[in-house]
């Protein structure tokens, strides 16, 4: 079963960008269906963006012409550019990967925009 680990985040100021990672091992990522997450302090946990297997890529509207999800096959890694940062997506951001009955989740990574 794939294992994933979120790196990226931090502390960045309003309109700045951060790049998110989710490097997976244990198993191949590019054949799970990839979403990243994000959940602020009293919040649901919502969707942000995501890549199919067959990279289909959709995203939330809140992010919609700021944040690009993309795939590095090469490095078994799923990305979340994030640019033109807002204090409204100040969260912890989790990389999720399914496939099948296979649901896996990383840890997460804090995204702080403030200034």
């Known amino acids: 079963q794939v294992q994933l680990v979120e790196s990226g985040g931090g502390l960045v100021q309003p309109g700045g960008s951060l790049r998110l990672s989710c490097a997976a091992s244990?198993?191949?990522?590019?054949?799970?269906?990839v979403g990243w997450y994000r959940q602020a302090p009293g919040q649901q946990r919502e969707l942000v963006a995501s890549?199919?297997?067959?990279?289909?890529?959709n995203y939330a509207n809140s992010v919609k012409g700021r944040f690009t999800i993309s795939r590095d096959n090469a490095k078994n890694t799923v990305y979340l550019q994030m640019n033109s940062l807002k204090p409204d997506d100040t969260a912890v951001y989790y990389c999720?990967?399914?496939?099948?009955?296979?649901?896996?989740w990383g840890q997460g990574t804090q995204v702080t925009v403030s200034s």
């Open positions: 244990g198993s191949i990522l590019s054949i799970y269906n």
């Open positions: 890549i199919t297997s067959r990279n289909i890529i």
């Open positions: 999720n990967a399914v496939r099948g009955p296979n649901d896996v």
